[in-house]
């Protein structure tokens, strides 16, 4: 089992950035494949981009394609979203997720999540 913690959310002007993070603890954090999620208030809960447990292979939604980059340091068990050139449309609760086999696009693969990070982008 994995617990997930995010942070690094917060208030920022469309055009800037920030860098999500997402703490594991429990079982090694190596063994999950960890997708990040994001839900707008009145909309469903959307895949943003996931990443292997190796590091070495990385998906993004085509809205983030270019903006987004998301990395894993399996040394200190966090997996990170750096988030550039932010839009209004961008602003939601970000999630991360951790799973062990399964399409890494899809909610229904991921077993465990964390609490949730907002994220505002103002115009």
């Known amino acids: 089992q994995v617990q997930l913690v995010e942070s690094g959310g917060g208030l920022v002007q469309a055009g800037g950035s920030l860098r999500l993070s997402c703490a594991a603890s429990?079982?090694?954090?190596?063994?999950?494949?960890i997708g990040w999620f994001r839900q707008a208030p009145g909309k469903e809960r959307e895949f943003v981009a996931g990443?292997?447990?190796?590091?070495?292979?990385?998906h993004y939604a085509d809205s983030v394609k270019g903006r987004f980059t998301i990395s894993r340091d399996n040394a200190k068990n966090t997996v990170y979203l750096e988030m550039l050139t932010l839009k209004p449309e961008d602003t939601a609760v970000y999630y991360c997720?951790?799973?062990?086999?399964?399409?890494?696009?899809?909610?229904?693969?991921?077993?465990?999540w964390g609490q949730g990070t907002q994220v505002t982008v103002s115009s």
């Open positions: 997720a951790a799973a062990s086999s399964g399409l890494i696009m899809a909610i229904a693969t991921y077993n465990y």
């Open positions: 990443i292997s447990r190796s590091g070495t292979s990385t």
């Open positions: 429990g079982r090694t954090s190596s063994a999950y494949f």
